[in-house]
């Protein structure tokens, strides 16, 4: 079974690229970013303090997240439902980030994420998908991308929703979240040593697609 992962700081175009190099090979599509939003979600809905962090490894455990395909797409179900459409509300985008600075959280959806990788050729996304989660994978990709546009896409993906917010709060946010995510105790976000590392400021997603499958072809 082929495994690919690709790694990369928040909007560095792991998800778009993923999906659309899964549906070039053909093979499975996961975005793990999207399981930490589902506890972030839970967690919101339960009034569950950010800093209890026994209780949310608790929550995270009792949860079924649900990663399947509908339509085409990836839906994301948490008991049952379908919380896709809010996965990039601004309440979650603020709190993920703590979510997944909790080890014990980690450690189980982890878990899940390997028992996924195990049933099928797969194309996986996240922050440290090729450095803990599939170490032995096929090829290890790290997408990245500089501040400025990587604001600019999260500014254009949030006025598709209809939602405005001004760049420069976006460019803080951001800086914000790469800090927690590269400097956080459990799974920093980093490069595998043996990934093969993009820069997509001046790419399309067929580009980079192109790139990571002349990579396969060649390994």
């Known amino acids: 079974m082929m495994k690919i992962t690709i790694d990369g700081p928040v909007a560095s175009g792991k998800t778009a690229v993923g999906r659309a190099l899964a549906r070039r090979m053909p093979a499975r599509f996961l975005d793990t970013g ?3 939003r589902a506890v972030t979600w839970a967690s ?21 997240i649900e990663v399947v395909l509908e339509g085409g797409e990836q839906v994301l179900k948490v008991d049952g439902t379908d919380i896709t459409d809010v996965l990039r509300d601004s309440d979650i985008e603020a709190n993920v980030s703590k979510i997944s600075q909790i080890g014990d959280v980690r450690h189980e959806l982890v878990n899940q994420q390997r028992v996924i990788a195990a049933t099928d050729d797969i194309v996986m996304v996240g922050r440290d998908i090729g450095t803990v989660v599939i170490p032995e994978a096929d090829l290890k990709i790290y997408l990245d991308a500089s501040i400025q ?3 600019k896409r999260r500014q ?4 598709r929703k209809g939602q405005r917010v001004d760049i420069e709060k976006l460019v803080e946010e951001i800086k914000t979240r790469d800090y927690m995510d590269s400097n956080r ?19 399309r997603i067929d580009q980079v697609v192109s790139l990571i499958l002349d990579s396969i072809q060649k390994s």
């Open 34 to 36: 999207m399981m930490y």
């Open 156 to 159: 254009d993906e949030m006025r």
């Open 149 to 151: 546009i990587r604001s």
């Open 185 to 203: 105790k459990d799974s920093p976000l980093m490069s595998a040593d043996d990934a093969f590392i993009i820069n997509t400021d001046r790419l």
């Open 44 to 64: 919101i809905q339960r009034k569950i303090d950010f800093n209890d962090t026994a209780s949310l490894a608790q929550l995270t455990k009792s949860l079924n």
